[in-house]
């Protein structure tokens, strides 16, 4: 297993600059999720990781080697696709062999490796059978068999779970993470879905349009999001974006002003400390509370916020309790019994400690 560093990597293809200087470090161990909307470069990157992309610049290194021009084959690095690709005419235990069989790994070494992984993925029973005969699930569980047999330095996953269906992708994420935590490699992992790379990395790198937005902890990304668009990528229902106005910025307390649910402008006096907004007083900013950080407050107040209720929708376990403020929709996540209906005016409560402001112009979070 080994580390992995991204220096200034750039990807053109012809004129089109479709990565522009990404920096990505992780540590040996570290479960890297690319994650970002379809398009934003993800493969891309992953594949001039592996080599199958030529780098247009900057450098990829692994432990403290630059393996820019290393082929792909002496990379050591082990690749799982969204589409499997295994050989159909295989059965499922040559699939798995197929590489170190090429690597002239003689035959017990294979045959215990086939074992033991076999036993890992609970597919032992399937050893005889043609990728043709497995479910979805299963030919996935292949596809991961044959990069583990290989005990590379690296694991790359290329949406690994998209083509299966709900349940099975629930469950073939915890398996994933079972296995990290079992084996400790370094695994780089791409998806579009927030929630995966929320439940697996150790860090989460945000990508749009070929530029790394952030990189963090899944807790970092989260509650400290960079900007407007992390703020809204990561987390389901999105955050809450509000249109402000400062009114005042004293150290501890933070005055904003915001439409209410009757037109009326509302003041609302938050105590907590944002770094750098004195120069804001007077202008709009955009307030950014989780859904879940909103809660009913029992009593009318400085930190409170009247609002009327539009929708209700009850998920089973949570309510989201769907009203406006600044002009905005705004959804609250409450709790099942919250015993809100359409039409009714309330106190909400924003948590402070939870809040985050971001420049309306660069979309940046105001520290
Ligand atoms: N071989 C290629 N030639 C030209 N453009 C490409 C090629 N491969 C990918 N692209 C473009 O690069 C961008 C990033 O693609 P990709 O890495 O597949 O995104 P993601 O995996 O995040 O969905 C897209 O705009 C895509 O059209
Ligand atoms: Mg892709």
Do not use: W
């Not at 004195?278 to 916020?305: C, F, M, N």
Request: aromatic share 4%; proline share 4%.
């Amino acid at each position: 297993m080994a580390s992995l560093t991204l220096k200034n990597v750039k990807k053109r293809f012809g004129h089109v600059e479709v990565l522009k200087g990404i920096d990505i470090a992780i540590d040996d161990g570290d479960f890297l999720v690319l994650v970002g909307p379809s398009g934003c470069g993800k493969s891309t990157l992953l594949n001039m990781i592996a080599g199958l992309d030529s780098i247009s610049d900057g450098d990829v290194s692994i432990g403290d080697a630059v393996i820019n021009d290393l082929h792909p084959a002496d990379r050591d690095i082990a690749m799982v696709f969204q589409s499997y690709a295994l050989y159909p005419n295989m059965t499922v235990s040559q699939n798995i062999s197929f590489g170190l069989e090429m690597r002239k790994v003689p035959k017990p070494e294979r045959d215990k490796k086939i074992g033991d992984v076999s036993a890992m993925l609970q597919i032992e029973h399937l050893l005889k059978r043609k990728p043709g005969q497995l479910s979805g699930g299963q030919r996935q569980r292949v596809a991961m068999g044959r990069a583990l047999v290989r005990d590379p330095k690296i694991f790359l996953f290329d949406e690994p779970l998209s083509n299966l269906d709900a349940k099975l992708r629930v469950d073939m994420r915890t398996e994933i993470k079972r296995l990290h935590q079992r084996l400790n490699a370094t695994i780089v992992y791409v998806t579009h879905d927030q929630i995966e790379a929320m439940t697996l990395a150790t860090k989460i790198a945000v990508m749009k349009d070929g530029e790394l937005q952030q990189l963090g902890s899944p807790a970092q990304v989260y509650d400290d999001p960079a900007n407007t668009f992390v703020a809204t990528f990561m987390g389901s229902p999105s955050m809450n974006l509000i249109d402000a106005k400062v009114e005042a910025a004293n150290t501890g307390i933070v005055q904003l002003v915001l439409e209410g649910y009757d037109g009326r402008p509302q003041l609302v006096s938050l105590d907590c400390t944002v770094r750098g907004l004195e120069g804001y007083v007077g202008k709009t900013v955009h307030l950014g509370v989780r859904p879940e950080d909103i809660t009913e407050s029992d009593r009318e107040g400085v930190d409170t916020l009247t609002c009327k209720v539009d929708v209700t929708e009850p998920t089973g376990a949570d309510t989201y309790v769907i009203t406006s403020l600044g002009g905005k929709e705004v959804v609250a996540r409450m709790p099942a019994n919250a015993g809100l209906k359409a039409g009714d005016i309330t106190e909400l409560r924003f948590n402070p400690e939870k809040l985050v402001l971001f420049d309306t112009k660069t979309g940046h979070r105001i520290r």
